[in-house]
């Protein structure tokens, strides 16, 4: 019987142990869980609180008075372009401007192309002005779109229709390059392929 006892107190000890290992391994997870979840709602929190990359309302008055400036210089470089073209081409109908033999036709034709391929990347670089402007208006001129962050100010200078940082831009055209490879492959690819299939049918 004395045995017994002694054996039944001796598997309580050790069931009350267990149960204190137990209660401690929880009590430390919970604890542990509780601290994680403390984090994540304090980084939830911190991101909510974040505000997006905004530039100042200084530097925003600044590149529109900048791009105002290139915008009108544009148009006036433009408007005078089409009057030298006008008069050039009034010239040449009265018959003023001399021989008009093959040389001189060709002249004019190349002149022609040139302006006109000038006057295509003007018109694509207002746009490009309009759009930045409105950006402005928004509060966004300055943010990369792929980033969010702020576009240094050097970049703006240099090219205040920009629309990503330095990075990302050289990141979205390795991306461009090496989608045109593998598009270049394809194309390789199934011309070869259409070319053995014709010899095939040779045979």
Do not use: W
């Not at 759009?131 to 205040?160: D, N």
Request: charged share 40%; hydrophobic share 35%.
């Amino acid at each position: 019987m004395a045995e017994k006892k002694a054996t039944k107190k001796a598997e309580k000890k050790v069931e009350k142990k267990t149960e204190k290992k137990i209660e401690k391994i929880v009590k430390v997870a919970e604890k542990k869980t509780a601290k994680e979840e403390k984090n994540v709602e304090k980084k939830a929190e911190k991101k909510a609180d974040a505000k997006p990359a905004k530039m100042s309302a200084a530097d925003l008055k600044f590149f529109e008075d900048l791009l105002v400036e290139k915008r009108r210089q544009l148009v006036v470089a433009q408007s005078e372009s089409e009057k030298a073209n006008a008069f050039q081409g009034q010239q040449h109908q009265s018959g003023d401007s001399g021989d008009s033999d093959s040389a001189d036709s060709a002249t004019d034709i190349n002149n022609l192309e040139t302006t006109l391929g000038l006057a295509a990347r003007e018109g694509k670089y207002l746009v490009y002005l309009e759009e930045a402007l409105q950006r402005i208006k928004k509060g966004t001129f300055g943010v990369c779109k792929v980033c969010k962050k702020l576009i240094p100010r050097a970049r703006l200078l240099a090219v205040p229709t920009a629309t990503k940082c330095v990075n990302c831009k050289e990141e979205t055209k390795k991306k461009e390059q090496e989608n045109n490879r593998i598009e270049m492959a394809r194309l390789f690819a199934e011309a070869q392929r259409k070319e053995m299939m014709k010899r095939s049918l040779e045979r």
